[in-house]
């Protein structure tokens, strides 16, 4: 049923009462997930798409059970934010906002990893897992499919692009996670990875990486290991060297992070490497046997 999050998630939405807080609150809420619950201070007492809102995580948590969080708040206030909702036992907490400052990104990291917390961002898209019914964040619901393929991914459009790329293949999806294009993310291409091979459900996995450190490279020598093909695209193979291109952590410095060391490393691990993202659904029907 798919990794971190199902139909059984509680899910509590802090920043609730802005105006993309509510928007995706709905939307959440269309595509089948508990959301029980928001935050917002001052504004307690209202509703949202008739979600009852609290002025703290606490007192929703209290009233309400509410086990996950996604975060709708501006970057400057996400350090405070993430860190009541891990203070409060949640996991995981889904941090949407970019702009979050480096050492913010460095508190709200260690604290999520002193509490044992899964943390999905800064900068994320969020999480869906269409066969549970369960997407916090801002993903489009439409473009999900129940099934068996795990994806992970930095970036957003590229993730829609491919995912509405499977679905139209009749490849469904299991998990679906935005890891963040932070230079400091929670969880790694690794820990997602580490779940999707514990996961029954997923019998593949595709992973959506970009120019900038060393993350690709770090799944790639933890996929020697894995029994689960997996099949990978690369954004960034024109970048110019030294010059960030689109997220902050899509920066090539002194050798490290380039699109040729990651797709080297990749496909010495035995990952099949799309060229195009249109080309990452026929190659994973044919890892799975599957005519493309």
Request: glycine residues 14%; charged residues 20%.
């Amino acid at each position: 049923m798919g990794i971190l999050v199902d139909e059984r998630t509680k899910v509590l939405v802090q920043g609730i009462t802005g105006r993309q807080g509510a928007f995706h609150t709905q939307q959440m809420l269309e595509f089948g997930t508990r959301v029980v619950a928001g935050v917002t201070p001052g504004r307690g007492g209202r509703e949202v798409a008739g979600v009852p809102v609290y002025d703290t995580v606490e007192a929703a948590v209290d009233k309400h059970g509410a086990t996950a969080a996604v975060l709708f708040v501006p970057g400057a206030l996400a350090r405070d934010a993430a860190f009541e909702a891990l203070d409060a036992g949640l996991s995981p907490v889904v941090v949407i906002a970019e702009h979050v400052p480096l050492q913010d990104g460095l508190d709200i990291a260690a604290f999520a990893a002193a509490r044992g917390a899964a943390l999905i961002g800064p900068n994320t898209y969020g999480l869906c897992t269409p066969a549970g019914r369960a997407k916090l964040g801002i993903p489009p619901g439409r473009i999900f499919r129940p099934g068996r393929v795990g994806v992970v991914a930095r970036s957003g459009t590229l993730s829609y692009e491919i995912v509405a790329a499977l679905t139209e293949a009749d490849l469904g999806q299991s998990t679906v996670v935005g890891v963040g294009g932070d230079r400091v993310v929670g969880m790694s291409f690794v820990e997602v990875l580490k779940r999707f091979a514990k996961d029954d459900e997923t019998q593949a996995v595709v992973l959506v990486g970009e120019i900038g450190g060393t993350a690709e490279e770090e799944a790639a020598e933890f996929a020697k290991g894995l029994d689960k093909p997996i099949v990978a695209y690369l954004a960034g193979a024109a970048a110019p060297q030294g010059k960030r291109m689109g997220h902050a952590g899509a920066i090539i410095e002194r050798g490290r992070g380039s699109f040729e060391s990651k797709r080297q490393a990749l496909e010495a691990a035995g990952v099949r490497v799309a060229s195009l993202p249109w080309e990452v659904a026929p190659l994973v029907a044919a890892a799975l046997g599957r005519a493309g």
